[in-house]
């Protein structure tokens, strides 16, 4: 008797662990899904048993179930691909009768790899968690008394998400938004906005602890005669991420002088590629006599055009100038060497926008910021002396 107990008890555990794995794979597949890099590759069948050391019928349970919510389509000879279906600008994705709860996802209309991935994660997990969105691109002209009467037109509506770029609201726009009934989110925020309406909350990555990152990452190779650029609109971000660089910078002894600070402001819907080039070229004789061997540059996408501008003018990256820049971008992974940089949790952060325009958390805290990690590769010259 005890023996036949015994035994209904260890199938009983097989039959959970067998669901525990299969649960297994299929939260890591909607993690990848929610991933703008899914929309090119999917892990395979094969790989997914390896992965998780699992049988093929535990992964095809999965796989089955993400297939019935429409999550991925399997095709044969192809293999896995999102199922990612076309939106129209001001249309919902989903059916009002499926979900209960919209959201307003409004971002600048601006040809730039970063807000589309970051668009991608937050219509992604909107997806999975039944909550529908409706996008609303923004011009340069864009006030935010639209946005706000676009909000109170659309049935349902909960919250809305708001990307702005790096522009700065008004002290106007601010209240006229502090008028909706609803939370709204400014994700990625470049301002601190601390007068900000109550109903209004900013996520934004922790720019005082990127720069000292940076920083840090330069010091720990050996580089101690640095130079700063910055080629995007002014704002708290900026600021606060160069007093980052210069705090961690005298930690460790070492200046950052006024003359290579290298910054022009520009407007938010000028070209920061453009003024990072003209920035060097301004500044290549404070670069060659100070002999600067790194560069810390506010962005992975002005970082790439600070690595071929410096090539162009004979100056290699990291033979003679080492690169690091905030952001990591597609390119950084293909140029030659790859970029060094700092990047925050953007799947962090789009999930806790989600959530917060959804209603369903309400932080106490109404400006949440996001640490940064370091992804290092070859624009980055260990100058430490070797044993």
């Known amino acids: 008797m005890d023996h036949n107990i015994h ?4 199938c009983w555990d097989n039959e959970n662990m067998a669901q525990l794995k299969y649960e297994v794979v299929k939260d890591f597949l909607l993690e990848e899904i929610r991933k703008p890099h899914s929309l090119n590759r999917m892990p395979s069948v094969r790989q997914l048993m390896e992965r998780f050391s699992v049988s093929m019928a535990t992964v095809n349970r999965a796989l089955t179930e993400l297939e019935n919510q429409q999550m991925i389509i399997r095709r044969p000879r192809v293999g896995i691909t999102v199922n990612r279906r076309p939106t129209a600008i001001g249309r919902t994705e989903f059916s009002q009768t499926k979900c209960e709860t919209t959201i307003v996802v409004a971002y600048t209309d601006y040809p730039d790899e970063g807000i589309w991935s970051k668009v991608y ?7 999975q968690n039944d909550i529908a969105v409706v996008n609303c ?88 005669r640095i130079g700063y650029l910055r080629s995007e609109p002014a704002n708290n971000a900026n600021e606060l991420q160069l007093k980052g660089v210069s705090r961690r910078l005298k930690m460790a002894g070492v200046e950052l002088p006024p003359e290579q600070i290298f910054s022009s402001g520009i407007s938010p819907w000028e070209s920061s ?20 061997t790194g560069l810390i540059v506010t962005s992975g996408a002005c970082a790439l055009v600070a690595h071929q501008t410096l090539a162009e003018f ?72 070797k044993p």
């Open 273 to 292: 590629l453009d003024a990072t080039r003209k920035q060097l070229e301004k500044n290549l004789d404070v670069i060659r006599s100070r002999q600067l």
């Open 314 to 385: 004979g100056i290699r990256v990291p033979d003679k100038v080492s690169v690091i820049g905030e952001g990591d971008r597609t390119f950084c992974r293909y140029v030659h060497p790859r970029l060094t940089v700092i990047d925050c949790d953007f799947m962090a952060m789009s999930k806790l926008a989600v959530e917060i325009a959804a209603g369903r958390k309400t932080p106490d805290e109404r400006r949440i910021s996001f640490p940064h990690h370091v992804i290092g590769r070859e624009s980055v010259k260990d100058l430490t002396p």
């Open 7 to 10: 035994r209904q008890h260890l």
């Open 137 to 224: 691109k923004l011009n340069r002209e864009t006030h935010a008394s639209e946005i706000a009467d676009f909000a109170r037109s659309r049935k349902n509506c909960a919250g809305v998400i708001l990307k702005h770029g790096a522009g700065q609201l008004s002290a106007e726009e601010l209240r006229e938004l502090g008028t909706l009934n609803m939370p709204i989110v400014l994700y990625e925020s470049s301002m601190l906005y601390d007068d900000a309406p109550n109903n209004i909350y900013r996520l934004m990555p922790d720019a005082l602890d990127g720069g000292a990152l940076m920083a840090e990452v330069l010091l720990r190779n050996g580089h101690r």
């Open 121 to 127: 994660m937050i219509e992604q997990y909107c997806r």
